[in-house]
């Protein structure tokens, strides 16, 4: 698709559906090929800059295996040994690697830092997680869904937890571009920003809803996903205590998941077992996880093909 080649990925209220539809496609068939044995050599004698502010187990793994079985070369560039940010500003660090590499990952705190990078690379700059959107885990999350529902217009979802955070910002706009039923339950004071579901509500080219409740027992009928996070986020710790209390009602026990017999069980990983759901749900048949975390490679790898004009 020509209006994804040199694009960044950082937020996905930048894609329209088409484009969120070209993805998810092209993240099926790369699946495909990579269970039928298949390893071609797109990204060969390419590089990827990987930027990492904050820890990560499946989007570092997702980036550096989907580029590498690939033949290209992925550099992992921790923000705790480079100079970004303390020696040296982010545009300066955005064209010296805009000069060297081809793609560039980041992970980190300020979502202005993405911005910074993707304004002075030159080059296309993905969105591992931000403060703000989790771009590429909502792009994971509609396959899974998709696999399961075997649509996304219609399908109702429900996600329950802290309603503002990256996960959940990025879920809503994924829902509302590509037709879902969307429920965001949360307590008033982490409710989703209400810019974002105005935005949400007034793209003309959108054509899902989002309602927002707050009382977990009002979990609406039919639900076809039931999808959770952490409930403190990377760089939200100091408000531990106070958030687990706030949150303590919101967990996703099995008698939920009982009001909701046909919903599959989501969480973009790490959990917290005990915290934001209990063990018997997330080990439980209803839990697609592992499906959903192996599909952050596939989409993963759409993006950078797309992205780097291969697809
Ligand atoms: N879901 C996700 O982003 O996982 P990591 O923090 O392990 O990358
Ligand atoms: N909301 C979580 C997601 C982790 C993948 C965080 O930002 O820590």
Not at 181 to 190: G, K, R
Not at 233 to 244: A, L, V
Request: glycine residues 8%; negative net charge; proline residues 5%.
């Amino acid at each position: 698709m020509n209006s994804l080649k040199g694009k960044s990925l950082l937020a996905l209220v930048d894609y329209t559906p088409e484009e969120i539809r070209y993805l998810l496609d092209l993240s099926r068939t790369v699946k495909e090929e990579r269970r039928s044995g298949k390893r071609p050599q797109r990204f060969k004698g390419l590089t990827l800059a990987m930027l990492f502010e904050k820890r990560s187990t499946r989007t570092r793994a997702a980036f550096e295996t989907a580029f590498g079985e690939e033949g290209g070369h992925p550099v992992f560039l921790s923000t705790a040994d480079i100079q970004l940010g303390a020696k040296e500003t982010v545009e300066d660090t955005a064209r010296v690697l805009g000069r060297m590499f081809d793609i560039i990952e980041y992970r980190g705190f300020l979502h202005e830092t993405a911005e910074k990078l993707a304004g002075h690379a030159g080059i296309p700059v993905i969105n591992g997680l931000t403060d703000r959107w989790h771009p590429t885990q909502a792009l994971a999350d509609l396959m899974t869904i998709e696999e399961h529902a075997g649509n996304l217009a219609g399908v109702r979802s429900v996600f329950i937890g802290d309603g503002r955070n990256n996960v959940s910002s990025s879920l809503i706009v994924a829902a509302g571009a590509m037709g879902l039923d969307h429920y965001v339950i949360t307590p008033p004071e982490l409710a989703p920003d209400p810019a974002l579901l105005k935005t949400v509500a007034e793209r003309q080219d959108y054509s899902g809803s989002v309602t927002v409740l707050h009382d977990p027992s009002d979990l609406p009928g039919g639900a076809a996903v039931v999808y959770t996070d952490v409930w403190i986020s990377m760089g939200e710790e100091e408000s531990s205590r106070e958030r687990t209390e706030t949150l303590r009602p919101y967990q996703v026990t099995g008698d939920l998941m009982n009001r909701a017999p046909s919903a599959i069980f989501l969480h973009c990983l790490p959990a917290v077992r005990g915290n934001e759901m209990t063990a018997e749900v997330i080990d439980g048949p209803a839990s697609r996880v592992w499906d959903q975390a192996e599909n952050r490679k596939h989409t993963i790898k759409a993006v950078m093909l797309a992205g780097l004009g291969l697809s």
